[in-house]
């Protein structure tokens, strides 16, 4: 239930945005996470009898409570100025910071330690993106430098968590980058920039919860274990 109302939330969202309809994105933007989060404790609890929840679902919450304060406390600032941008980005911090000390067990399974080939990939990216926005970062620079770190690291570790948490992850650094472009990069210009910034974060955000549900319920013994539903 909790998992089909995010779904018809985001996409009435989306439909907002691709309409310009900005008081109203508004509105649902705050209404995004928290069914998300509902679907994962409620799934946990159906599908495991009531287990208590282990670290990597703990934090994967923790997650998705800033990425909702991230969603939400920009709305009680002025528009025009940079104190909510800032405390936006503040509140995904402490939500990529979560993802990365809950992926942090599985660690040895991710393209770090297996390929080098997807870790030059995320290095370039993430090269790239500073190139891109740290010389018209002004006296944000440094908080440009440390959130593109703590998120491609979040990326990295989630490779090894689950191929539904490696997707989301590499989606996740997408739809950050865009927003970090539309921001420090004065040559950047997309028409539907609101639209691509949203739909990436649902999907990431939505992709790397089921990620984490299913390898969660590898701790826990097959006879003990519900069908995991969609």
Not at 159 to 173: A, K, N, P, Q, Y
């Amino acid at each position: 239930m909790f998992l089909a109302l995010f779904v018809v939330i985001t996409v009435i969202h989306l439909f907002f945005d691709l309409t310009h309809a900005h008081s109203a994105a508004d509105a649902t933007q705050v209404l995004l996470m928290p069914p998300l989060a509902w679907s994962l404790i409620s799934e946990w609890r159906r599908s495991t009898g009531g287990r208590p929840r282990p670290a990597l679902v703990r934090l994967t919450l923790w997650a998705l409570f800033f990425s909702w304060l991230g969603d939400t406390l920009p709305r009680f600032f002025d528009s025009d100025s940079d104190a909510g941008f800032i405390v936006m980005v503040l509140a995904f911090l402490c939500a990529q910071v979560s993802y990365i000390r809950g992926f942090a067990p599985y660690r040895h399974r991710s393209v770090r330690f297996h390929s080098r080939g997807w870790m030059l990939f995320y290095v370039v990216a993430l090269v790239v993106l500073w190139a891109l926005t740290v010389p018209d970062a002004g006296v944000m620079a440094v908080a440009v430098i440390i959130y593109g770190l703590c998120l491609t690291t979040m990326a990295i570790r989630a490779t090894g968590v689950h191929l539904l948490t490696w997707i989301g992850g590499s989606i996740f650094m997408l739809s950050d980058g865009l927003i970090a472009l539309d921001a420090f990069d004065d040559s950047y210009h997309f028409g539907q920039q609101d639209f691509v910034v949203m739909l990436t974060y649902c999907v990431a955000q939505l992709l790397i919860t089921r990620g984490v549900l299913a390898t969660a319920r590898e701790t826990v013994p097959q006879d003990a274990r519900a069908p995991l539903t969609a």
